[in-house]
């Protein structure tokens, strides 16, 4: 059980961030599509460098815990900026007729960077983890979110 605790924090913040590095080989493998979608503009090539180096960077730090509390705020901005820009559902008619379509993808892409700024949020603010074999033994415990107890298992 030793060996489970140990590593399962480092699993899931591994599953965590895993999309990210895959998303700046994207970039870089479809440059050209990927400097169409950030605009046609001198500081286009800038903005997807930038982006490349967040998506690969920060995972990295979040993964080996180094200045990873940073590094989740850097990828919590960078998924609300993306979410905001590149994932406008509410632009697209079909979304409001609740048809299939772009509005539905862009939908469901920006839910996506909702649940990674909240998965990224807590690697910034959770005071600490617990170990799995705590879960285990008290699988119906709560744990108080907000005031002076916040972070405190609720038995």
Same mark, same amino acid.
């Given at each position: 059980?030793?060996?489970?605790?140990?590593? /399962?924090? %480092? =699993?899931?913040? *591994?599953?965590?961030?895993? &999309?990210? $590095?895959?998303?700046?080989?994207?970039?870089?493998?479809?440059?050209?599509?990927?400097?169409?979608?950030?605009?046609?503009?001198?500081?286009?090539? /800038?903005? %997807? =460098?930038?982006? *490349?180096?967040?998506?690969? &960077?920060? $995972?990295?730090?979040?993964?080996?815990?180094?200045?990873?509390?940073?590094?989740?705020?850097?990828?919590?901005?960078?998924?609300?900026?993306?979410?905001?820009?590149?994932?406008?559902?509410?632009?697209?008619?079909?979304?409001?007729?609740?048809?299939?379509?772009?509005?539905?993808?862009?939908?469901?892409?920006?839910?996506?960077?909702?649940?990674?700024?909240?998965?990224?949020?807590?690697?910034?603010?959770?005071?600490?983890?617990?170990?799995?074999?705590?879960?285990?033994?008290?699988?119906?415990?709560?744990?108080?979110?907000?005031?002076?107890?916040?972070?405190?298992?609720?038995?």
């Amino acid at each position: 059980m030793m060996l489970i605790n140990d590593y /399962t924090p %480092l =699993l899931l913040r *591994i599953f965590l961030v895993a &999309l990210f $590095p895959f998303r700046a080989l994207d970039k870089v493998v479809n440059w050209g599509a990927a400097i169409k979608q950030a605009g046609n503009g001198w500081f286009a090539p /800038t903005i %997807l =460098l930038a982006a *490349i180096a967040v998506e690969i &960077l920060t $995972p990295i730090c979040i993964v080996i815990g180094w200045h990873d509390r940073l590094a989740a705020f850097v990828l919590v901005v960078f998924c609300c900026v993306t979410a905001a820009l590149c994932h406008q559902f509410w632009r697209f008619s079909d979304f409001w007729r609740f048809r299939q379509g772009e509005g539905v993808r862009h939908f469901r892409e920006f839910l996506k960077y909702l649940g990674l700024i909240g998965g990224l949020g807590l690697v910034m603010l959770a005071p600490r983890t617990l170990d799995l074999s705590e879960v285990i033994r008290h699988p119906f415990a709560s744990t108080y979110v907000s005031g002076p107890s916040a972070g405190q298992v609720v038995p």
